[in-house]
């Protein structure tokens, strides 16, 4: 391991994913594909951030597994150590220190407009105060390391405009330090899941997981809904309103797609035929990443050393911008005073 992607004076960003266990299709193809084609322009730091997904219901008996299938999962789809940095949230204990400073400079009502707060308080009777300052952890994960970028996928553009505000506000009041990080959006936009009604997310099951063993990714992808107006085998369906069509244009050869689409409109072909070509393609495209996964599965220890290596590389970067933080914050009492 090089460890040689920190300090190349390339811009630098940073982004974050739930340890939510094996990645599915959403996180692939909205973030994923995206990290592993920006890792040769950037210095790119990716975290798993355990931290956050404390602020959800969550079971402390399975995150350690857990943590440990999504770095498996970021390693299978090419994220790569020699050249980016992967580690866990928690094991940089400066992100949760610049948080609490940052609590400082942000204001409440910023907070209390978010969307992704209004839509998951709404759901609860009592409200962990960890849910509300969600994205001030957010903007220390980025901030601490003063990455000038962050991919994100548009639900997040609010928190990162939020992130945004709070390094305008602690440079105005304690100096000039933090970058005002640009967001980067390329990736697809939302994925919807099986059901075709919500996101694609592991919370509401309706994934397909990208380590997916074929028959595992078939037996998903015949849960999926289809055009509701194709009840009968022989009903006409419309391509345009069906998630699986959609799914077909991202792992379906563009050659293949006008026929997919003519069969469902003509109902020459059914849904579960269309599901199987689907499952299919899927399996295919995904094939070197379970090989991937499954070296290093059998080589625990190898993921255990990326992510070390990783929040060693991290903590470097973590501890310069800490003592600035100090420094300008006057805590650095013991050197004023001498
Ligand atoms: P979530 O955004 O659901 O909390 P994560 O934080 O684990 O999930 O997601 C990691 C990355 O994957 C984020 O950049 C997020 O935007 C992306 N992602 C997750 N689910 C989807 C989806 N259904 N469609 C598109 N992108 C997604």
Redesign the pocket.
Same mark, same amino acid.
């Given at each position: 391991m090089s460890g040689q992607q920190v300090n190349t004076g390339k811009r630098r960003i940073l %982004?974050?994913?739930?340890p %939510?266990g094996e990645a599915h299709l959403?996180?692939y193809?909205?973030?994923f594909r995206q990290w592993v084609d920006l890792q040769d322009t950037y210095d790119c730091l990716f975290c798993i951030v355990d931290q956050h997904a404390i602020t959800g219901q969550y079971d402390p008996a399975l995150l350690p597994q857990r943590i440990f299938d999504m770095a498996v999962s970021l390693l299978a789809v090419g994220l790569d150590p020699d050249r980016c940095s992967i580690f866990v949230q928690s094991e940089v204990q400066e992100h949760t220190e610049l948080a609490w400073l940052f609590n400082a400079v942000t204001p409440v009502g910023e907070l209390e407009r978010m969307t992704q707060y209004k839509d998951k308080s709404s759901r609860l009777e009592s409200i962990p105060a960890g849910l509300l300052n969600y994205p001030i952890l957010q903007a220390a994960d980025i901030l601490i390391y003063r990455a000038q970028a962050v991919p994100?996928?548009e639900?997040?553009l609010q928190h990162l405009e939020l992130t945004r505000e709070i390094a305008r506000k602690w440079n105005a009041q304690y100096g000039e330090l933090f970058p005002e990080p640009q967001a980067i959006v390329g990736?697809?936009?939302?994925?919807m899941?099986l059901d075709g009604e919500a996101?694609? %997310?592991k919370s509401l099951g309706n994934t397909v997981g990208i380590l997916a063993e074929p028959e595992e990714v078939w037996s998903q992808v015949r849960t999926a809904v289809t055009d509701p107006q194709r009840i009968r085998k022989d009903d006409p369906g419309r391509p345009e309103v069906c998630n699986v069509y959609s799914l077909h244009e991202f792992f379906t050869d563009s050659s293949d797609l006008p026929d997919i689409a003519e069969q469902c409109r003509t109902a020459q072909r059914g849904c579960v035929d269309c599901k199987k070509i689907l499952a299919e393609n899927v399996a295919h495209e995904f094939e070197p990443f379970r090989d991937r996964a499954a070296h290093y599965r059998d080589r625990p220890e190898e993921v255990m050393e990326v992510l070390a290596t990783g929040a060693r590389q991290a903590t470097v970067l973590a501890q310069e911008t800490m003592a600035e933080v100090r420094r300008k914050m006057g805590m650095d009492w013991r050197k004023a005073l001498t």
């Open positions: %982004s974050g994913v739930q %939510s959403g996180n193809l909205g973030a994100v996928g639900d997040q990736g697809t936009g939302r994925i899941g996101k694609m %997310s």
